[in-house]
């Protein structure tokens, strides 16, 4: 079945970088994008970026850039996402979730229609 | 504070219909898709409704989507207490800042 694994919890301190994996499985994974959305401890989800796996173009949320990138590794189907010069604040459960794309980049259609089961990323000194 | 305005809960009796609304603007709901996500306590979200009114496969028709101008709305009926999770609406928006925005969500509880 179609399924997006992600890597273990991680704790980090301050000023660190964090880097999640997501592992895909059960479909061609260069036929869809990958998003990233974080979610802070009871609060809502905030969308971090996409990237595409056809030919790696990426969109970044503006209060991101600078901090954040996210690659892809096509010969294991994976994605990752690197945070650096992590904050508390950055404190959050991160899901990867898959995106329509056609040639290489991401469509307003068919919303984020499988997700990983989220890694927990916490920042204390 | 979320682009995507939704109200914080809503709740209803088993049986009974409850209804979600998000309300945006021209940048993000006015001229895009709008889907929804369920989010059971613990647990990643879950597409419930995409391309406004849409239902990927395994979703109930329990389950509706509709949109009108710069609103969408989520139908929920024949409520059971496995439907208690929070939900969210989220679209594309043209905007600098982000290419796609998510409402702030709604704790559905049923009572």
């Known amino acids: 079945q179609v399924q997006l694994v992600q890597s273990g919890a991680e704790v980090k301190k301050p000023g660190a970088s964090v880097k999640v994996s997501c592992k895909a499985s059960g479909y061609t994974f260069t036929t869809y994008g990958i998003s990233w959305v974080r979610q802070a401890p009871g609060q809502g989800l905030e969308w971090m970026g996409w990237?595409?796996?056809?030919?790696?173009?990426?969109n970044y949320a503006q209060k991101l850039q600078g901090r954040v990138t996210m690659t892809t590794d096509t010969s294991t189907s994976t994605a990752y996402m690197e945070l650096r010069s992590l904050r508390s604040d950055d404190t959050a459960v991160y899901y990867c979730?898959?995106?329509?794309?056609?040639?290489?980049?991401?469509?307003?259609?068919?919303?984020?229609?499988?997700w990983g089961q989220g890694t927990t990323v916490t920042v204390s000194s | 504070q979320s682009v995507l305005t939704q109200p914080p809960s809503v709740s209803a009796a088993p049986g009974q219909k409850v209804t979600i609304s998000c309300s945006g603007s021209s940048s993000n709901i006015g001229n895009n898709y709008v889907s929804w996500y369920q989010q059971l306590p613990g647990t990643a979200p879950k597409l419930l409704i995409y391309?406004?009114?849409k239902r990927p496969s395994g979703i109930p028709d329990r389950f509706s989507g509709s949109k009108s101008g710069t609103s969408a709305t989520l139908g929920i009926t024949g409520l059971q207490t496995g439907d208690e999770a929070d939900y969210y609406c989220g679209t594309w928006d043209s905007s600098l800042s982000a290419f796609w925005v998510f409402g702030g969500g709604t704790k559905l509880t049923v009572l």
């Open positions: 979730a898959r995106v329509r794309t056609i040639f290489g980049v991401v469509t307003p259609t068919g919303g984020m229609d499988v």
């Open positions: 990237i595409s796996t056809y030919n790696g173009n990426k």
């Open positions: 391309d406004n009114n």
